[in-house]
């Protein structure tokens, strides 16, 4: 990474900056609030295998997080 960044100081130098770096960031949690009703939707792709050759279908999740099964749906995207 030194080289390729065209850095000239030393190991010292890199190992300073990420520890400063890691230091100054931090992971951040926001809680998802969804009212009775509502519903969050995700999209992805997953493998799998139809007919025996291997496919990447994108599909949708559907979730109601409000209902006490937590009932998801999902299905494969035309």
């Known amino acids: 990474m ?5 850095i000239t ?3 010292t130098i890199v190992r300073d ?9 931090r992971e951040v949690f926001i809680p998802l609030s969804h009212k009775p009703g509502h519903a ?3 999209f992805g792709e997953a493998d799998g295998i139809i007919d025996g050759k291997l496919v990447r279908p994108v599909t949708k999740a559907t ?3 409000k209902l006490s099964s937590k009932l998801t749906i ?3 995207c035309a």
């Open 2 to 6: 030194v080289c390729r960044l065209c």
């Open 9 to 11: 100081g030393g190991i």
């Open 17 to 25: 900056y990420v520890a400063g770096a890691k230091l100054r960031s």
């Open 40 to 42: 969050q939707v995700d």
């Open 63 to 65: 979730t109601f997080p």
């Open 74 to 76: 999902s299905e494969m």
